[in-house]
Each structure stands twice: as C-alpha cells, then as structure tokens.
C-alpha cells in the first residue's frame, strides 16, 4: 500500500497535520499553565476571604482553605500593607518566583517547556493581581509536582486529540485526492494500455476529460502523441504495401523492357538516319530503365544498392540528361545551359548520378512548365583538391514554404500537385551514398538551386576534416 501514491499521500498527510499540532501544542502548553496558576491565585484569594469575614478561624479550618485552594501560605496587598492572610509550613524552600503579571508570549512558552520537562518537585512563588481588584497583588506557594501532572495529562489528551484530527483529515483528503487526481490518473493509464494494445486503431486514441488543468494538458499532450504515432503507422503499413506492390510491377517491367531490349537490335540495324540517331537514346534508355527495375527490387529487399564507383566524364553524362528533358519540353520556351570543363571527371556510379540528375532537371523542368514560366535551367559544376561540386539551378517558381518543410522525406515532400516526393528523397539517399550532400541552396520568387557536394577523399577522419573546411571556405566565400 505505501508503495502506491495512495498510500504515500496518506502518511505525508498524517505527518504534516502531526508537525502543524505539534507547533499548536507548544504554545497551548504555555496557555494551559498560564491557565493552572492563574485558577490557584483565584482560588487562594477565594480561601482569604474567609479570613476577612473572621479575623479569627481556628488551624483546622485554615488547613482545609489552604488545601482545597493548592497553596501553602496567601498572602495579600491592600493598601499599600502587605497581609499574611493563611500560612502553613513550606516543605522546602522556594526556589523560583513567578509574576504572571505581565508575562510575554515568549518568557510563559519558556517557563512551560521548562517546567513541563523538570521531573524535580518544588516550591514556588506565584504572583498575580486580585481578581476585581481586591487589593493590589497576592502572593502564593506552591508545589510544581501536580501542575507538571496536569500539564503532561493536558498533553497527552492535545496529542492523542491531533492524531485522531491528522488521521481524520488524511482520510479526507485521500478520498478528495482520488476522486479528483488518481481516478483520472488511473484512467490515463488504462487508455494508454487500451492504445498499446492495438495503437493502429484510431477508436482508441484518449478524448481529453480531465477537469484539472495540469491533467487535461498531460491528456491533450497525449492525444496527439497518440494520433501522431497512429498516422505514422497507417503511413508504415502504406510503405510497406506500396513497396510490396512497386516490387511486383519492377519486376513484371523488367522482363518486359528486357524483352523491349532484344527488339532494339534490330531498330539499331535500319538505314533510316533518323533512326540511326535516335536507336542509342532508346537503347539507353531501356537500359536504364532495366537497371532501375532491378535496383527497385533490391530496395524492396532492403535498401538501396551500394554505388559502383568509377571515374566518369560529367560533361557527356549532363549532355546525355539534357538531351533527354529536351525532348519533353515540346515547344515550350524553355532553355538549358550547361557549364562544366571538358575535362572534368568525377567519381560516381554512372546509373545513380544520372537519375540523381535527371530528378532535378525533370522536377525544375515541370515545375516552370505547370506555372507556365519560361526561363533556363542550367547545370554548373566545380572542383578543388578535396571535392566536387554540382549545381542544379533554374528560373522558375521557388519551391512552396511545406514542401521545404519535408523537402527530403519520401510522400511528404513533393512539390508537383500529385507527386509522390520520393524522387528528392531517393536523390538524397544515392548521394549520400557517396559520401556527399544533395541541399537545397536556395529557392525563392528568383528560382530554386540545388547543390550536391561530393568529397574526393577516402572517407577517413583526416579526409574527413579536410572536406569539412573545404565547404566551410566555399561557404564564405
């Protein structure tokens, strides 16, 4: 049970109202002494008068006055003369003297707690004013021995008074705490293992409740969690589907391009000349499109197939891209440039470059086309000792302010009405696995451009390091 915050809030309960009775006891000790010698000194004033009736009573008489009012002698002051009014023999000397004329809170808790842990029985001088002002002071003596009595049976009664307040008061406030607090905790609870026991199920998502503030935002905060996670899981499911299914149709295409593939032979034997030209684009083209099947499928296995790297002319395979989305412009004002050395070779899969490429040309190319923007596209490219650089740049739109948000994550980042987003999101995967960066440079009303680095080192921490300040230096400059 006390392991349970149920039981834990009970005992702190407990033991607060506890602490909070006992800084009320020490100063209803001080008052309940206060109280005790203030009764004896009216008591003993009560005794005197007897004597004022009769100046002469016997000492039988004085003994029984003396005893019932708890004193040893009485003495008072009226008119400036002070009057032994009864008497009898003292034990033992006095050894305090106690004025309760004028007494702060402070010096009467003092004498209390003094008193109340002094096991010693002793004779004291108590004075105090007469009650309605029968005389100036009065003076008694008495024993502390039944005082300290009735202040510790005083104090067992406050003491056992408080534990039954602090148990009682705990109860209550358990009873308001779980009504109020561990009911709905518990209920959170139950819907969060409610949800985990199928969290594909949108029915079980929590519906905020809670009265309290503080719970009511843990259960808002906790809905969308929920739902979040739900939506990702649907999309999961979807992938997994969608990548079962793209796996299928690739490998269906592939026999048929492959069966395509054979037929080119032929086509590259005609004398035609406008055939003879066009036959190795198609040819090529059939070719990658085989090659892309057969990676589509390996991606469905896995992931995507680690790149062959090889020195490759870029100049020949940007013109090759080009010649292509030439092709799909139609008449469409729309133009292409191209500014790389002749002699510039890179290191890279050949296949996986060109449909990095091919995916920012064809996406700038669309894009100008759909807002019917004309303009130019071109393709620029650079090199150091530690690097190369490629930029995609063109004229057009910019890119929308959510596509940038999920610019690289696939089926959230298309920027085309329709499109999938996985053609960035596929590019950035190919170039990473070379070891390089495809970012998004900048994009506005001006155009979009697109930057893909790749290092020329190794891939070792000193490679590393030095491509590292190689694109810190290009940045500033």
């Not at 006390?2 to 020490?26: D, H, P």
């Not at 719970?215 to 992938?239: C, H, I, N, P, S």
């Not at 596509?403 to 190919?430: D, N, Y």
Request: net charge negative.
């Amino acid at each position: 049970m006390f392991n349970s915050l149920s039981g834990r809030l009970v005992v702190l309960t407990t033991i607060f109202v506890m602490l909070a009775e006992v800084l009320i006891f020490v100063p209803s000790i001080a008052r309940f002494r206060e109280d005790y010698l203030m009764n004896r000194l009216e008591r003993a004033q009560i005794a005197s008068l007897a004597l004022l009736a009769d100046d002469m009573i016997d000492r039988e008489l004085e003994a029984e006055l003396l005893e019932n009012a708890g004193v040893f002698n009485v003495v008072l002051r009226r008119d400036q003369v002070r009057q032994l009014m009864l008497s009898s023999e003292l034990p033992q000397p006095i050894s305090q003297t106690f004025d309760m004329r004028d007494n702060g809170a402070a010096v009467l808790i003092s004498d209390a707690l003094t008193q109340f842990i002094s096991p010693d029985n002793e004779v004291i001088r108590v004075i105090g004013a007469p009650v309605r002002d029968a005389g100036l002071l009065i003076e008694i003596t008495m024993e502390t021995e039944p005082l300290r009595a009735a202040m510790i049976d005083y104090g067992i009664r406050i003491l056992i008074l408080s534990a039954v307040i602090s148990i009682f008061t705990a109860f209550l406030l358990f009873l308001a705490m779980r009504a109020l607090l561990l009911k709905p905790i518990k209920g959170v609870v139950g819907h969060m293992q409610n949800y985990a026991a199928a969290p594909e199920d949108a029915r079980r998502i929590i519906t905020p409740s809670a009265s309290v503030t503080e719970l009511r935002e843990a259960e808002e905060a906790l809905q969308k969690l929920e739902t979040d996670l739900t939506q990702a899981l649907r999309q999961k499911d979807r992938l997994a589907q969608l990548g079962s299914a793209v796996s299928k149709i690739s490998h269906d295409l592939r026999n048929i391009l492959t069966s395509a593939q054979l037929f080119t032979d032929r086509i590259e034997m005609s004398e035609d000349p406008t055939v003879k030209r066009m036959a190795p684009k198609l040819v090529g083209s059939i070719t990658r499109a085989v090659h892309l099947c057969e990676s589509t499928l390996a991606f469905g296995k896995a992931e995507e197939p680690s790149p062959t790297l090889t020195m490759l002319p870029l100049a020949d395979l940007v013109d090759e891209v080009v010649e292509s989305e030439r092709l799909a412009i139609g008449e469409f004002d729309l133009s292409f440039a191209c500014d790389i050395p002749d002699e510039m070779k890179i290191r890279a899969d050949p296949e996986q470059l060109y449909r990095v490429l091919a995916n920012l040309i064809r996406n700038a190319r669309q894009a100008m086309i759909t807002k019917k923007i004309t303009g130019e596209i071109s393709v620029n490219a650079r090199e150091d000792d530690l690097a190369w650089w490629i930029d995609v740049i063109d004229t057009g739109p910019g890119l929308p302010v959510k596509a940038r948000e999920h610019l690289f994550t696939p089926f959230q980042g298309g920027v085309s009405k329709g499109g999938s987003g996985l053609g960035l999101a596929i590019s950035a995967e190919l170039i990473k696995g070379h070891g390089g960066t495809l970012e998004l440079a900048g994009t506005g009303t001006y155009g979009t451009h697109f930057s893909i680095f790749l290092p020329k080192g190794d891939g070792t921490l000193d490679a590393f390091t030095d491509v590292q300040r190689s694109r810190q230096q290009v940045g500033q400059s």
